[in-house]
């Protein structure tokens, strides 16, 4: 009964058990359909990981059960439901709990993350503008980024969640301004600072609540999503202090289309603890009263190429990687890049570059093309 109702809610999205096309699934353990049916996405992601189902494109599976709504068809039991609790309850991106995701990923170790990144290190979705290419990609976000900032050899650039200092790097060699990083990792710390040595680019341990100073431009990539909503209006409140009256902020950052505790538990355990992503709503709702909102740019649709080349990334890396990760790991790892790819196909998530000023300014943005 469980397998069959497993099966024909499947076959609504295109996807067959034991099918032939590349997103058909291929089930190995019969106790993958209640616990998917009593779980949801924690028990599909933890069920790949212990080897009980496998896929030729996990990003294609997922973009269909997603793309036709299916897991909102599925109720989920318990234990599920009981994964939201502590996100309705706590704060649990306060500063006393700020480490956790440093810890569990951040500091997970330097030779996984910069095996599939770019040489500027970015963590974050690139730009394929008339490119294929990760690394010219990536190079093409982190010039966006700098003209959107107007970035000028004079000024000091606040650099919030400042990962393994690529984006330091390349400001400070490509516009000649002064950065400050600010991180909780000590692995990213450590590499950054040998990465930035001779450039005019510091970093400082420090959670974003313990910012000290002004700056002539802030920026932010791919860290408010560790943020919380409980603590957005006193993120803003520091950045708006942290920024001279003419400067600009531009915050990069994944975010959903619903204002909910939307976390995925799967992604909350084994790769992001305690993330939540914001929405539009919630991010304008804290920056009101403080900041002009001056553009607002999706750059969603590059985050599945942006993974994608990724995990061929880390596929080829493997082997010199095997040593240190299982394969527990390893299934992991590339259902974690694969899954999230998919989500972004289905447009369940987004990517946007938000650009704000204190008191408005008197140009069109952004001046440079999308």
Known sequence: MVIQRFKELLKQTGIQVNGTHPWDIQVHDDRFYSRVLEEKNLGLGESYMDGWWDCERID??????????????IQGGLKYLLCFLPARLLNRQS????????????DLGNDLFLSFLDPYHQYSCAFF??????????????????EKLELKPTE?????????????????????????????SKEQLAYSREFCKGLPVVFQECDYREIRGCYDKVVSVGMFEHVGHKNYSTYMKVVFNSLKDD???LLHTIGSNRSAENFDPWLERYIFPNSELPSLKRICGAAEGLFVIEDVH???????????AWNER???????????YDLRFKRMWEYYLLSCAGAFRARAVQVWQILMSKEGVARPYPRCCR
């Open 60 to 73: 294609e599976f997922i973009y269909r059960i997603l793309k036709n709504s299916l897991a909102e068809r």
């Open 95 to 106: 500063l006393n709990r700020s480490h956790l995701v440093a810890e569990r990923h951040y």
């Open 129 to 146: 503008r008339n490119t294929d290419e990760l690394d010219h990609a990536q190079q093409q976000k982190l010039m966006l980024i700098g």
């Open 156 to 184: 000091h650039l606040l650099d919030i969640g400042s990962g393994w200092g690529g984006l330091a790097r390349f400001m400070a060699e490509r516009y000649g301004c002064s950065v400050t990083g600010i991180n909780i």
């Open 247 to 249: 400067g600009l902020f």
């Open 298 to 308: 999706n750059l969603g649709t590059h985050y599945d190429k942006t993974l994608l």
């Open 314 to 324: 880390f596929q080829a890396a493997w082997p010199r990687l095997a040593s240190k």
